[in-house]
Each structure stands twice: as C-alpha cells, then as structure tokens.
C-alpha cells in the first residue's frame, strides 16, 4: 500500500465504493472513477477532486491511473466480468481488489466494529458511527447510506483506533473482513442469485462470526436462525427491543416522540430519546448503543448521540410532514424490511391511510420472495406497483410486478403503473401518508413528487 499513488474505482458512484474513494482521496492520493451514470453523489465526488467518466472506455481513465505498479484498482460485484476496463487492468498485471478486500485490510490495521445483516445494518451502523465520532472514543466510517449530520458516507478522524463498517453479504463480501466487534440485526434470506438456498445463506453468516477477533464481542439480535461460532475470547451478547442482554424498557410513543431506557449488563441509561422518532430506530438504537458503549462511550454520550442523530438518506427519509400530508422514502427492498417499515408506519399513523408506491428490485428477488412482498405490503391500505428495477439483471420469462401484484391482500386497493407514470398518478388522486419503497431508481424523482403534493 506504500507504493500506491493512485486508486481507480470501476463503480466509483456505488454508496459503499464512494465512501473508500474519499477516504484515499484524504491521503492525498490521486483518485479515479468509471461509473455508468450521473448522479448527485458521483457529482459531489467531481467536486471533491475525484476525476468521473461515464463510458466504458480504457482512453478516457486518467493517465495517474495508467501505472500498473503505483495504482490500485479497485471494483464492485455488481460490474460484469467483461467490462472493458476491469478487463484492462487485469489482463495488464494490475492489483485489482473487490471493495470488501480494501475494507478488510482497515479492519486488520485498525478495530473494526462492523455492522451485518440482511436489513438494517445501514442505519445502524451510521447511528453507532454519529454516537461514537461525538464521543471522546472518536471513530473512522465506512457507511452504506448518506449521514444527514454529516452529508456524507464518510466519517475521518485523526487519532481514533475504531473503524465502523456496513459488512455487506452480497457475494459474501464480509467474508474479507476482521471485526473487532460485529452486530448482527437479522439473517433473513436474500441475494439467493448468489447462495442458491437459505442453508448456505445462513452458512455465510456463521462463517462470517469466526472472524471475529479474540477479546472482540459479537452482538446479535435474539431469536435469529444463525447458529454462531465465534472464536475463544470473543464474547457473545443478545439485543432486541424487549428482551436480551440489551434492550428497552419504560417504551413511550407519544406526540411524536419516542423515549425509553436503556438496559445494559454494563449500566443501564435512562431517558434515551431518539433524534428521528420512528418505531423500527428502538432496536436499532440500542444495537447501536451497545456497541458503542461496549467501546467506551458513557451515558452521556449515548444520551446525545441517540438524541442528536438525524438519519439516513432514503431510510424513513420524510419529505414532508404535516396533519394534511406525509412523504417518505424508503430503502426498504426486502419483505422483511417493507414489512418492519409499514409496521412502523401503522404505528406511527394509526387512523391515517397509508399508500405504498413500490418499484421491485431485481428478477430473481422478486421471483423468490413474490408471495411475501405481497403479504408485507398488505399492512398497508394502497399499494401502487411499478415495474421491477433490473439493477445488475436480465430479464427472466414470466416475472414481472404482477405476480405481486396478484397476491395482495383482498380489500388493499391496488394499481400498477410505470414509473414515469407516478408523478401524475399522485397529482390526480387524492393521498394521505405516501412511502415510496425500493432500493431502485424511483427515488430520483423525489423531489418532483413533493413538489407535485404540496402544490395540492
């Protein structure tokens, strides 16, 4: 790593991959980037100093980045195996290293606290990285989402040891990593394209446990199917909302605001508050302080890091809040997930109708889980399904929306529409509480949607 002087990103756009550019970016190396599309944050990368291009094109990489002994480059999972500039440097002789490889060598340089699961892993580690970087333990972040307190997926400190980490499971990525400590929120089968069966999903994360360090800890959520096998001197702890070694008690939903106390076998927190009051962040935030606590914050800090935390960006992201209007976006892409947010909605608007406009991602998931999209989205009044977002896929025969669409609940008013169509959709009928769920591209247009209900 001494000798690198420049890094090249193919993927530089991707949340995860973004993140490590700016952290090499900090070091005062040269940084490039391929990335398939504009985006606001490919944008701010330009702006940061990053050098962007948007075609597959090995004349358009910076010449920096032409040394095959001085340049890292580094991909995502989700570039296919022939694109042309990935190919480039590695038929070139250059080191080339999945994202997960550069993450694993911080992990081995510094204490990684890292942060797995099927869902939830975004917020709650971007939650513990706000408690900690405000605290006097400090820390470094590698985050999966946008921090609103800090505008970026990025967090530097000078002197902290601690590095927080999402540990991501797609194409078993987080197998690279050496956790000091590590959270697990769920296990719930996904990424099937890639494991084939929940047996060898779950496999992943077991493996995964092993890599914990000696005299780390492992926290996990209680009741979840992995079996664990840590190493000797690595100490096991259970959270959830109710029940574990870590959870709440004294719960009050009220007026919009949601407190609680924090029980701890190393000392319990009364009067915990949390910033962005939202029923889900209860487990969330006590994941979270459990591992910052295990890493020396105080109450104090616990107190105002979970009072001052202001979210992620397309995590329960409101839009707008008022007695006539709510909008959200949510991240959510998984059954599990749309169900622990329309769950959280209901709680939250108890006698308001809520619309849920839903944009599936990818074939295969849609494939496997159709039946407990359908289920999950069935919490809600209205679903509104758009088409399925490809991402990294091909087209499989006989999958598309309707067979969620299909298996709604009877009494859920449902429609499909296209997603140029939604605009439209929400100025002609009338709406109450609206989320806009999915991980595709159906965000982009968030700000045409506010605009299109407030100017009702």
Not at 50 to 74: F, G, R, S, W
Not at 221 to 241: A, D, F, M
Not at 312 to 339: G, M
Request: proline letters at 3%.
């Amino acid at each position: 790593m001494k000798q690198i002087k420049s890094v090249y990103f193919v993927g530089v756009g991707g949340i995860g991959m973004s993140a490590i550019a700016r952290y090499f970016l900090k070091q005062g190396l040269t940084v490039g980037g391929y990335d398939k599309t504009p985006s606001a944050l490919t944008r701010q990368l330009e702006k940061e100093g990053v050098l962007v291009h948007y075609e597959d094109n090995t004349a358009l990489i910076p010449q920096a980045c032409m040394d095959k002994d001085t340049t890292l480059v580094v991909y995502t999972p989700a570039i296919p195996a022939d694109h042309s500039e990935l190919c480039h440097f590695k038929d070139n002789g250059f080191d080339v290293e999945k994202r997960a490889q550069v993450l694993g060598r911080l992990t081995q340089s510094n204490k990684g606290l890292c942060f797995a699961g099927t869902h939830g892993k975004t917020t709650t580690s971007t939650m513990c990285a706000h408690i900690m970087h405000q605290s006097a333990a400090d820390c470094n972040a590698f985050l999966g989402g946008i921090s609103k307190n800090y505008g970026t997926n990025y967090i530097l400190s000078a002197q902290s040891e601690y590095v927080v980490i999402e540990a991501d499971e797609f194409d078993r990525s987080f197998h690279w990593l050496r956790p000091w400590m590590s959270v697990i929120t769920s296990t719930d089968p996904d990424h099937l394209d890639i494991y084939g069966t929940k047996e060898a999903y779950l496999e992943s994360f077991a493996h995964y446990t092993e890599l914990i360090q000696p005299g780390g800890a492992l926290i996990i959520h209680k009741g979840l199917e992995v079996k664990p096998r840590i190493q000797e001197g690595v100490t096991l702890y259970e959270y959830s909302r109710d029940e574990g070694d870590f959870h709440a008690e004294n719960i009050k939903i009220e007026n919009g605001d949601i407190t609680f106390d924090f029980i701890s076998p190393i000392e319990n927190v009364t009067g915990i508050e949390l910033g962005q009051p939202i029923p889900i962040n209860i487990v969330n935030s006590i994941a979270a302080m459990a591992m910052a606590q295990l890493n020396g914050c105080t109450a104090d800090e616990l107190r105002e890091g979970i009072k001052t935390y202001g979210g992620v960006d397309r995590r329960f992201d409101f839009r707008i809040r008022t007695d006539r209007q709510v909008l959200l976006s949510d991240y959510a892409h998984h059954p599990k997930e749309i169900q622990a947010s329309a769950s959280s909605l209901r709680e939250l608007y108890k006698n308001r109708k809520i619309t849920a406009i839903f944009q599936p991602h990818l074939y295969t998931r849609t494939r496997d889980f159709y039946k407990d999209f359908a289920d999950a989205l069935s919490i809600l009044d209205k679903v509104v399904l758009t088409e399925i977002y490809p991402a990294r896929e091909l087209p499989i025969e006989g999958v598309t929306s309707q067979l969620i669409y299909d298996n709604l609940a009877e009494g859920v008013e449902k429609v499909m529409i296209r997603k140029e169509e939604v605009a439209d959709y929400l100025k002609n009928n009338d709406t109450d509480v609206v989320v806009v769920l999915g991980a595709g591209d159906l965000d982009n247009q968030m700000e045409t949607f506010a605009e299109v209900l407030n100017s009702k």
